[in-house]
């Protein structure tokens, strides 16, 4: 709310605030802390820590001389009847939270208001080839876990282990040992004092060290903070699935003159061996990633990192704060109890997160000043859902069907299309993002595979149209959608992550006092109309390892139904991510469960499959293959 107070009362200007103003701001912000009070706005009330964050607000934007009214001139602004406009919009973001149909990341949630003011979920540094460039993002790692981000990290321009140091006529410790630093950075300094840290190390399949790299996490122990991918070009591809022989050149990052020569089909083994032993390294295409990266132009490079847990591919010192809707909640039931999905009410929800995500740029603290610069130069978001199988469950659709990825298919379009629609519109109201007119949206290219790779007939919207907007007008936003993995809020707002289908419907906790069950709320539901819910069916489901295959008291369209993750064969959950990478703009957060007894070879035809299917990365998990294996279907395995 307060971030569409400070757009539409037009007090953002260029030309800058003198000191004074902002001086009085601050020293609004030292009296408040001496009381207590709330005052109301509407129905709505405004406590202290609504009024702090405008002021933290007014603060950052005047200090960086967007604000073109004193502070005090504000607040009667505010007092008077605007604020009285924005009653209703806070109103509205309020009710969208509390009420579980959006949250925003939890660095959003956690900070705001607060004195980090720090949102973002999701950060990319650079990491350039000498001592000093290492250790300034070393301390700007320090600084962005400290107010809750998570770093994805590309180490390939560091010259590989043993190669020459000219300035001490030494050898270099290579990449894997650089990585060691940010490590114990992040175990020191825990995240914005209340989440672990995470971080996203990358090698890209050209460099001399990448084999050390695949095989050194597969020891317990070893870079715990990190999530390792391989990033792969065109060129490995190629000499992977068209060449007979497979040799391919490792090249010295400083020159890129030849190192060595490997085989790509040994390298993919090594890959997919360490991944099926302990779940990583994972895979990054980077071919697929910038394929239709319509910014590459205006940054005159191609992207080559991603965040942490991979939804989110930006260039060093870009952010990206994430939102997402909770999809269940979406479901309307009907006169005859049967459910349906309310997609007026998607289309409402999405236009009105855009907007809510886009002021975030603007009143979010960012940790150092380069990362300012870069995120509002692109403005980029990342709304995204969750709640998704919990959405088919109630649909009685099931996930991995025709009319299951389907349905996934027109989500994620209607998604992305109505967030770039509105981009569009707040392109009018507030301006295109800065560097729009240097990229490739005024030529008429949108960063979303599917408009280019599905056939027309199976779009579920015009583009075109939109197209001719974004040449006219521009748009505010570089990208919009992603599908983040949503940890923690789908906890919040207790549905099931992202768009994974659920790790297990019932789970048994043992505590001191005895044991209970937690049962999926949808299934529960269903459970108790088939008069079907007692505690013998609840512990026959959790020793079932959480599913329903093969249970004689539960009827098979249920069975069918509510799937879990190990219910549904990788190439299906490939499938899945597939339909959703089609029209989202930047990735998705997507685990490709296995069974414990898949072999080798299906782990690698998994990634051939993943490629061909243009996914922009993958990550495998076969069961019991990590050493900490964080969700049990019951207490005992
Ligand atoms: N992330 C992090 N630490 C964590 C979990 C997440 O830094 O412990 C970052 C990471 O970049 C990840 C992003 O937050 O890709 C989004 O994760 P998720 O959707 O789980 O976040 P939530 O908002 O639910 O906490």
New binding site residues.
């Given amino acids: 709310g307060i971030g569409d107070m400070l757009y539409d009362s037009q007090i953002f200007d260029k030309s800058g605030n003198n000191k004074q103003d902002i001086d009085e701001a601050k020293s609004y912000l030292e009296k408040l802390d001496a009381f207590d009070y709330k005052f109301k706005v509407g129905d709505y009330f405004f406590n202290k820590w609504h009024f702090r964050s405008l002021i933290t607000h007014y603060v950052t934007l005047a200090n960086k001389g967007q604000m073109k009214i004193s502070f005090k001139d504000l607040l009667t602004l505010l007092a008077g009847k605007k604020l009285e406009s924005y009653a209703d919009k806070i109103t509205e973001y309020f009710t969208m939270m509390t009420g579980q149909d959006f949250l925003p990341?939890?660095?959003t949630m956690m900070n705001a208001g607060g004195r980090l003011g720090q949102l973002s979920?999701?950060f990319v540094l650079g990491m350039e080839d000498g001592m000093e460039e290492i250790m300034k993002s070393t301390s700007d790692a320090a600084l962005i876990f400290k107010s809750?981000?998570?770093v994805g990290i590309n180490y390939s321009n560091l010259r590989e282990e043993g190669d020459i140091v000219a300035s001490t006529s030494g050898v270099a410790s290579g990449p894997v040992s650089f990585m060691n630093i940010i490590n114990t950075v992040t175990e020191v300094v825990k995240?914005g004092g209340k989440?672990?840290?995470?971080n996203m190390g990358i090698i890209e399949a050209w460099h001399p060290d990448v084999e050390k790299f695949i095989t050194n996490k597969t020891e317990a122990g070893v870079l715990e903070n990190f999530n390792v991918s391989v990033g792969i070009w065109e060129d490995f591809w190629h000499a992977l699935v068209n060449t007979t022989d497979g040799n391919y050149v490792l090249r010295s990052p400083r020159d890129r003159k030849p190192v060595k020569e490997i085989n790509a089909h040994q390298l993919i083994d090594l890959i997919a061996l360490s991944a099926w032993k302990s779940a990583e390294p994972g895979l990054i295409f980077f071919d697929q990633i910038n394929k239709y990266n319509v910014f590459a132009k205006a940054r005159q490079a191609p992207l080559r990192a991603t965040?942490?847990?991979?939804?989110?591919s930006l260039y060093p010192y870009e952010s990206c704060n994430?939102g997402?809707i909770n999809l269940v909640n979406l479901a309307k039931r009907q006169a005859d109890g049967s459910y349906e999905f309310d997609w007026q009410g998607y289309e409402e929800i999405i236009r009105k997160t855009t907007r809510f995500l886009d002021n975030i740029i603007d009143v979010n603290n960012y940790p150092v000043p380069e990362i300012s610069t870069a995120s509002k130069e692109s403005r980029r978001i990342g709304l995204g859902v969750m709640g998704v199988a919990d959405l088919l469950y109630r649909l009685k659709i099931p996930y991995n069907s025709q009319e299951g990825y389907e349905l996934q298919s027109k989500l994620s379009e209607a998604l992305t299309y109505y967030s770039m629609e509105e981009s569009v519109a707040l392109a009018r109201s507030r301006g295109e993002f800065p560097l729009c007119a240097k990229t490739e949206y005024p030529e008429g290219k949108i960063p979303i595979s599917g408009y280019y790779e599905k056939s027309k007939e199976s779009h579920s919207y015009e583009w075109e149209p939109l197209i001719e907007e974004i040449k006219k007008h521009g748009i505010r936003n570089v990208l919009t959608t992603t599908v983040?993995?949503?940890?923690?809020?789908?906890m919040i707002a207790d549905c099931s992550n992202?768009m994974e289908p659920a790790f297990a419907l019932v789970f048994e906790k043992r505590v001191t006092v005895g044991r209970f069950f937690y049962t999926n709320k949808i299934l529960e539901e269903a459970l108790k109309e088939e008069g079907l819910y007692t505690d013998e069916i609840l512990e026959k489901i959790a020793d079932n390892y959480g599913s329903l295959k093969g249970l004689d008291e539960i009827p098979q369209w249920m069975q069918d139904v509510f799937v879990t993750a190990m219910d549904i064969h990788w190439a299906d959950h490939l499938m899945a991510q597939g339909v959703w990478q089609d029209w989202i703009g930047n990735a998705i957060?997507k685990t490709i469960n296995m069974p414990y007894d898949v072999t080798v070879e299906d782990v690698k035809s998994a990634y051939l499959l993943a490629h061909e299917i243009g996914l922009k990365g993958m990550t495998v998990y076969r069961d019991g293959s990590r050493h900490k294996q964080v969700l049990h279907m019951t207490s005992e395995n």
């Fill in positions: 990341n939890s660095p979920a999701c809750g981000g998570g995240q989440r672990r840290g995470a965040n942490p847990c991979g939804e989110q994430l997402s983040a993995p949503t940890g923690t809020l789908s992202g957060a």
